[in-house]
């Protein structure tokens, strides 16, 4: 099986920094890892998409980031990571690792599966 373990969330100030790291474990059985990325979930609001990244390395972020947050991945260590530099209170909400993967023997056959979510605070 496969599990998305997620840490780095806290509290910090307005213009402060955090760095998400998101471990991918069941390497025995992981095929490959094509696409990770990260969203986020403030309270009374919906899911919004925050940043992915290839396993070539493409990224895509979401506009509210403004440059601020830089993703990437470390395809030994099945990491995913997220920068978020320059951060603002409205930065902050329950973060969701995410990654599309597929297990040995069917390795043609992909499923996205979700981490529990980090909360991260910027205060003002």
């Known amino acids: 099986q496969v599990q998305l373990a997620e840490s780095g969330g806290g509290l910090v100030q307005a213009g402060g920094s955090l760095r998400l790291s998101c471990v991918v474990s069941?390497?025995?059985?992981?095929?490959?890892?094509?696409?990770m990325g990260w969203y986020r979930q403030a309270p009374g609001k919906q899911r919004e998409f925050v940043a992915t990244?290839?396993?070539?390395?493409?990224?895509n972020y979401a506009d509210s980031t403004k440059g601020r947050f830089t993703i990437s991945r470390d395809n030994a260590k099945n990491t995913v990571y997220l920068q978020m530099n320059s951060l603002k209170p409205e930065d902050t909400a329950v973060y969701y690792c995410?990654?599309?993967?597929?297990?040995?023997?069917?390795?043609?056959?992909?499923?996205?599966?979700w981490g529990q979510g980090t909360q991260v605070t910027v205060s003002s």
């Open positions: 995410n990654a599309r993967i597929s297990l040995l023997p069917n390795w043609s056959r992909e499923y996205a599966y």
């Open positions: 069941g390497s025995g059985r992981i095929a490959s890892i094509s696409t």
């Open positions: 990244v290839t396993s070539g390395g493409s990224t």
